[in-house]
């Protein structure tokens, strides 16, 4: 779950992204995976579903780092962060989330998505085994 105030605006990278409502110092953490509410669905369930339901989920989940068998479906916001290959979150812990950087009020929360997959980033969806 975010940790930080943020709002969804038009992206000028993809679509709507996350952006920040107030300052967020360097190191602060951001975001904490809370399976209160962030979902870990097994696999076999993910690749049993179609339609929109799977599309829904090809676009916004990515793999359980910690376990092959999960992808992992944020239950708020964060999950339309976008990528970015100097982004200003850092997200190589499979739980958490830190400010690279002082990140300014109404700038767009980024990520490396490639932390999500081993062989490079794909959509779940786009990926083949």
């Not at 951001?30 to 962030?38: S, V, Y």
């Not at 376990?67 to 100097?86: G, L």
């Amino acid at each position: 779950m975010l940790l930080v105030d943020v709002y969804l605006d038009k992206s000028p990278i993809q679509g709507i992204g996350v952006f920040a409502k107030h300052r967020i110092p360097k190191g602060t953490l951001i975001w904490k995976l809370d399976p209160r509410f962030d979902r870990r669905i097994p696999v076999d369930t993910y690749e049993g579903e179609s339609g929109p339901v799977k599309s829904y989920l090809d676009r916004y989940s990515y793999p359980d780092r910690r376990d092959p068998n999960y992808i992992v479906f944020e239950a708020d916001d964060a999950r339309y962060m976008n990528h970015a290959d100097e982004p200003n979150c850092d997200v190589s812990s499979p739980e958490e989330t830190y400010a690279l950087r002082d990140i300014a009020p109404g700038e767009e929360l980024t990520c490396d998505y490639n932390h999500f997959f081993e062989n490079g980033f794909d959509f779940l969806g786009d990926r083949h085994p």
